[in-house]
């Protein structure tokens, strides 16, 4: 199986900081590597497909980027609507899995 | 614009079967570029892909299930189903229905989610 982690688990920041996530694969799985967004009793929403496409309707503040085993999900400048689990999903061997999520709240 | 919407026993006893129902509106389950998978969410914890299904008929589950998982399809209704067998405490999630969208011949991403059903199992 394919891991996925995720850091930090969970972080603080303020409204308007720059906020990066990171998503490290256990292996090389090309940019075959997606974002989603949950919002408490909701459902996951998709941000960002094959590594650093921006999903339609989707704020231009987020953003991913990466290839083969390290990846990196960004928020350019945060908002209080931001706040979130952010979750990376790999689909590289038509298994998929999940990283273990990225808890994002305001300082 | 494609909804879909999980329904079933919000309650099942242990070792029985969980069976759930995703009702797809607004577009076909028969469109030949997506599948249709099922994912779950313990309470508090992370997302755990369950299987995915074809139009055609065609799986494939997570091996961490153990062959337990049996997913389904009903093109004339619109719908696919989940039964999960001989089930355990550890298996009280919110349970999610999501299209697979297809990017060649590859399932690829999920978009859009059902709003999740929670299924507790306990006698």
Avoid: H, M
Wanted: charged share 15%; with cysteine.
């Amino acid at each position: 199986d394919i891991q996925l982690t995720q850091s930090p688990s969970s972080l603080s920041a303020s409204v308007g900081d720059r906020v990066t996530i990171t998503c490290q694969a256990s292996q090389d799985i090309s940019d075959y590597l997606n974002w989603y967004q949950q919002k408490p009793g909701k459902a996951p929403k998709l941000l960002i497909y094959d590594a650093s496409n921006l999903q339609s309707g989707v704020p231009s503040r987020f953003s991913g980027s990466g290839s083969g085993t390290d990846f990196t999900f960004t928020i350019s400048s945060l908002q209080p609507e931001d706040i979130a689990t952010y979750y990376c999903q790999q689909y590289d061997n038509l298994l998929v899995t999940f990283g273990q999520g990225t808890r994002l709240d305001i300082k | 614009q494609v909804r879909l919407q999980e329904s079933g026993p919000g309650l099942v006893k242990p070792s029985q079967t969980l069976s759930l129902t995703c009702t797809v509106s607004g577009g076909s389950i028969s469109s030949t570029n997506y599948y249709w998978s099922w994912i779950r969410q313990p309470a508090g914890k992370g997302l755990e892909w369950i299987g995915r299904i074809y139009t055609s008929g065609s799986t494939k589950y997570n091996p961490s299930l153990k062959s337990r998982a049996t997913i389904s399809i009903d093109t004339s209704k619109n719908q696919f189903s989940l039964k999960l067998t001989s089930v355990t405490a550890a298996d009280t999630a919110i349970y999610f229905c999501a299209r697979d969208v297809l990017v060649t011949t590859v399932p690829s991403w999920f978009d859009p989610w059902g709003q999740g059903t929670r299924v507790t199992v306990s006698s």
